[in-house]
Structure formats: C-alpha cells, structure tokens
C-alpha cells in the first residue's frame, strides 16, 4: 500500500505524517481523511487552486495533469514544477512526499 508522507506545515500538520493511502485516492482526499484540513474552496471540481500541493518525492508516479489542472495550476502561488492540485492527482502505486504550501491564494488575499 503506497504512503503519503506529509511534510511539517505550521498550521495544517506542525508535525507532519505519514499516511496510507489507497491507489487511485487523491492527494487531498488522503489528507482530509486523517484531519489535515488542506482547503479546497471549489469542492475538488479543478476549479480553484486552494488544494495545491507540491509533491516533493513520487511525481513522476502520479498520471499526468490534465489541461484544466494546469491553466488553474499557472495561477496558484509559488507555482513549482512539481505542483499540483490535491483533489486532482491520484496516488499511483508509490510512496510520495507532499508539501503543502504556505499560503494558497484565499489566504493571501484575506491576510494583505
Ligand atoms: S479543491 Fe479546487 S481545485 Fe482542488
């Protein structure tokens, strides 16, 4: 069974964690389940880029973005090659690391 590490986030998981997930789960659904409230202001419909992730470890694993995931991705704060949004990637048949980004768009513009 492949496994999620999550890396420490101050607010999300200040400890980070090490899931088991299940093949074709998505990177967020796995991180609800265990209480990691990763926001996801569109309600996973590839609408809004609050779920960005960014897999620091098994991205290659994951099936490719698609086009939609991508034009939401480009506007998603500090972008990185390896982003993607949670709702959207599904964990293949290998571990990952996950980061989870400081900020997402909501939060940036509520705080400035
Ligand atoms: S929750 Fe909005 S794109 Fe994932």
């Not at 202001?41 to 609408?47: D, G, L, Q, T, Y």
């Not at 480009?74 to 989870?100: F, M, N, T, Y």
Request: proline letters at 4%; glycine letters at 6%; one cysteine or more.
């Amino acid at each position: 069974m492949p496994k999620i590490v999550f890396l420490p986030h101050e607010e999300l998981c200040p400890e980070g964690a090490a899931i088991d997930a299940n093949e074709g789960e998505t990177v967020l659904d796995v991180a609800l389940r265990e209480g990691i409230e990763i926001e996801h202001a569109c309600e996973k419909s590839c609408a809004c880029t609050t779920c960005h992730v960014i897999v620091r470890e098994g991205f290659d694993s994951l099936e490719e973005s698609d086009e939609l995931e991508d034009d939401m991705l480009d506007k998603a704060w500090g972008l990185e090659p390896e982003s993607r949004l949670g709702c959207q990637a599904k964990v293949a048949d290998e571990d990952l690391v996950v980061e989870i980004p400081k900020y997402t768009l909501n939060q940036v513009s509520e705080n400035h």
